[in-house]
């Protein structure tokens, strides 16, 4: 699992409430990413880092924010989360592009009432 | 545009039947492809990648540029086959779109005993 977690694991929260997960790794990967992951759509990507500070928009990035100050942890955040956000979301490393696999945590399952 | 398409959001096969994942792609060059595979309870995980030629677990992929299609293929399905199977691409490995990958929706495979 390349030592990827994420917290919380399960979270319910309501309409209008900030909201930031976590993604934590050890393995000095220099990529990381956020995904959400709903039927019918598959995986989206909502936001990915390249380095510390360094970060960039995926497809879906609307309404979601990232921040990435050390190499290890990639946080997300939703500002004001809307019933629309509510889903599965995945944290992805990468050590570097090509043919570097991509490793992903457990998952979170976001519900916005 | 750059999208992986998976026409069948649900296979089921009888155990030791050949299995046919569909993938089809578009993108204006040439992509690296993958596999990946979620079974119940795991984490998303890389099953092959189009660049390595290899087989993984009896599962092969054939890349045909004419046809933009990676379609996974394995011989015999074992009910231990059953999981989610998504078809993904990211840009060549020297390209800034290499740090991104995009996923298809996913077809969900289950394997009758």
């Known amino acids: 699992d390349a030592g990827i977690t994420q917290s919380p694991r399960h979270k319910v929260t309501e309409t209008g409430t900030p909201v930031t997960l976590r993604c934590h790794q050890t393995?000095?990967?220099?990529?990381m990413y956020w995904y959400r992951q709903d039927p019918g759509h598959g995986l989206r990507l909502i936001h990915y880092s390249y380095g510390v500070k360094d970060t960039d928009k995926g497809e879906v990035s609307d309404g979601y924010s990232v921040s990435r100050s050390k190499t290890e942890d990639f946080l997300l955040t939703l500002e004001s989360a809307t019933s629309s956000q509510t889903s599965v979301y995945f944290c992805?490393?990468?050590?570097?592009?090509?043919?570097?696999?991509?490793?992903f945590g457990p998952g979170t399952r976001l519900t916005v009432l | 545009a750059q999208r992986v398409t998976q026409p069948e959001k649900l296979l089921s096969v009888f155990k030791g039947a050949p299995v046919e994942l569909k993938c089809n792609y578009s993108?204006?060059?040439?992509?690296?492809l993958f596999w990946y595979v979620q079974y119940s309870r795991q984490r998303l995980q890389l099953l092959l990648r189009?660049?390595s030629r290899e087989s993984i677990k009896g599962f092969t992929a054939d890349l045909n540029k004419g046809e933009t299609s990676f379609h996974l293929k394995k011989p015999f399905a074992q009910e231990e086959d059953s999981a989610m199977y998504y078809c993904?691409?990211?840009?060549?490995?020297?390209?800034?779109?290499?740090?991104?990958?995009?996923f298809g929706s996913g077809t969900r495979l289950s394997i009758r005993p």
């Open positions: 992805a490393a990468q050590q570097g592009l090509g043919t570097d696999t991509q490793y």
């Open positions: 993108y204006s060059g040439s992509p690296e």
């Open positions: 993904a691409l990211s840009g060549p490995p020297t390209s800034e779109s290499a740090s991104k990958i995009i």
């Open positions: 189009h660049i």
């Open positions: 393995e000095n990967h220099r990529y």
